[in-house]
C-alpha cells in the first residue's frame, strides 16, 4: 500500500513536470513565432509572410493588422511567463488546471489583437475622417504593435471593458405590432 502511493506520488509528479516543460516549449515557440512576425512586417523581409500577397495600397493596414495581433501575443506570452514564474517558482501552487490558460493564451491574445487594431483603425477614421494608408503609408506600424501588447498584457482588463461597454448599449427597436 505504501510502496503504491509513493508510486502514484512519484508518477504524478512526473506528469506535472511534463506538463510544465510542455508548457514552456509551447510559450516559448508562439513567442518566437510573434517575434518573427514582427521582424518580417517591420523590415520586409519576407521569411514568413510572402511579399506579393497583398496589394501595395493596402501593404500598411495589412502591416499594421500583423503588427497588432503579435503585439498582443507578445503581450500575452510575457504574461504567461511571469505567470509561469509566479506559480512554480514565488507561490509553489501550480496545478494542472493552470494548463489550459497557458494554452488557450494564443487565441485569446490573437482575438484581442483584432480588438484592438478594429478599435484603433475605427477610431482613427472616425476621429479624423481619414483612412491609415493615405497619411501614413510609408511609416512601420510601431504603435500598433505596442498597442496590441496593452491589449494582450491586459486581456482580463480588456474583457471587462468590454463587459461592461456591451451592458451600456441598449440594442432599440421599434415595438411590434
Not at 493596402?58 to 497588432?68: E, G, R
Not at 512554480?88 to 482575438?111: A, D, Q
Request: charged share 10%; aromatic share 16%.
Amino acid at each position: 500500500m505504501f510502496i503504491w502511493i509513493k508510486m502514484e506520488f512519484k508518477l504524478k509528479y512526473f506528469f506535472k513536470s511534463m506538463l510544465i516543460v510542455l508548457i514552456c516549449i509551447f510559450v516559448s515557440s508562439y513567442t518566437i513565432l510573434a517575434c518573427s512576425l514582427l521582424f518580417d512586417v517591420w523590415f520586409n523581409t519576407s521569411l514568413i509572410l510572402p511579399g506579393d500577397i497583398i496589394e501595395p495600397e493596402q501593404k500598411f493596414n495589412f502591416n499594421a493588422f500583423i503588427s497588432c495581433i503579435a503585439g498582443a501575443i507578445l503581450g500575452g506570452a510575457i504574461l504567461s511567463i511571469t505567470s509561469i514564474h509566479r506559480h512554480l517558482v514565488i507561490s509553489k501552487n501550480f496545478e494542472c488546471i493552470h494548463s489550459y490558460g497557458y494554452f488557450l493564451n494564443p487565441i485569446l491574445t490573437t482575438i484581442t489583437g483584432v480588438l484592438a487594431y478594429s478599435l484603433f483603425h475605427g477610431s482613427f477614421i472616425f476621429l479624423t475622417g481619414n483612412n491609415l494608408d493615405l497619411t501614413t503609408n510609408s511609416a512601420p506600424p510601431y504603435g500598433f504593435a505596442a498597442f496590441g501588447f496593452v491589449f494582450g498584457y491586459n486581456w482580463d482588463v480588456t474583457i471587462k471593458l468590454l463587459e461592461s461597454l456591451s451592458k451600456k448599449i441598449k440594442l432599440t427597436g421599434s415595438p411590434s405590432k
